[in-house]
């Protein structure tokens, strides 16, 4: 079989497109923040402007990371039932191993192959776990990990227990899905109050009589304006980061 070893993953292309546009977004915000204060004179609203831009960024950031975190969890629970049905099928765990390391996608194909390198290297198998799947970002690996590891040092019936492991994986992605579809109305109900204000705003410009030259020539006007802009992007940030369905794991808590 082809491994993906040298195949680029969604999550690694998406974090590589991400990484690219980190630089020039936050340029372009410091552009237009330059504009607004040197060349309208408008100190406020380039404050209030580029606040705003880089709590978008963080928003679009948390996104990217929140999705790539979701495609390695399924990626892992592909893998751990590929496992389940090669442990059931008789192979043994060296040959699950190496299966797994062609077969996996993802953080988890990296990891099966450091595995099984690590152990044609002579470092020993429940070493090789504990140092790779045990100290994994992906929750779903470090549960694979503790069960590979205990039935490495202690014996036992791998293939029941990872068969259980995969099943109740399984049952929790069921759980997210329907978890985000009921907070997807809130997600959807802030995208659609952060986008009204604007839209009354440029309906009242045009239909209002000086309304525009208030906003943006007057000391009043611009305060208002500024306070407005941090307070739906901040209002919007804050129920994106509410609607989570669970915190992404970080580098201390694996």
């Given amino acids: 079989m082809t491994s993906d070893a040298h195949k680029p993953t969604a999550p690694a292309t998406e974090k590589q497109a991400l990484e690219r546009l980190r630089l020039p977004l936050f340029m372009a915000g410091l552009a237009i923040t330059s504009v607004l204060w040197f060349g ?7 404050s209030a402007f580029f606040a705003v831009w880089q709590v978008a960024l963080m928003v679009l ?3 990217s990371r929140a999705a790539d975190a979701l495609l390695e969890e399924q990626y892992a629970v592909e893998a751990i039932e590929t496992a389940s049905r090669a442990l ?4 043994p765990l060296s040959g699950m191993l190496q299966i797994l390391a062609q077969e996996a996608r993802g ?3 990296r990891s099966f192959r450091e595995i099984v390198q690590r152990e044609s290297l002579g470092e020993e198998l429940g070493a090789a776990v504990r140092n790779v799947l ?3 970002a992906v929750p779903a690996l470090r549960a694979f990990g503790l069960s590979l590891a205990v039935q490495v040092s202690a014996g036992g019936n791998l293939a029941e227990t990872t068969d259980r492991l995969a099943n109740s994986l399984v049952a929790r992605a069921r759980m997210r899905r329907r978890a985000r579809a009921i907070v997807a109305y809130s997600r959807t109900a802030a995208s659609v109050l952060a986008i009204l204000p604007l839209l009354a705003v440029a309906l009242m410009c045009s239909t209002i009589d000086g309304y525009a030259e208030v906003l943006l020539e007057s000391h009043p006007g611009n305060v208002m304006l500024a306070a407005s802009m941090v307070m739906i992007v901040g209002g ?5 980061r509410l609607g ?5 794991a970080t580098e201390n808590d694996a």
Wanted: proline share 7%.
């Fill in 40 to 46: 309208a004179d408008k100190p406020l609203l380039a």
């Fill in 61 to 63: 950031r948390a996104q």
């Fill in 88 to 91: 059931r099928a008789g192979i």
């Fill in 107 to 109: 953080e988890s194909g």
């Fill in 134 to 136: 045990v100290r994994s």
């Fill in 236 to 240: 919007f940030a804050a129920i994106q």
């Fill in 244 to 248: 989570r369905i669970e915190p992404l």
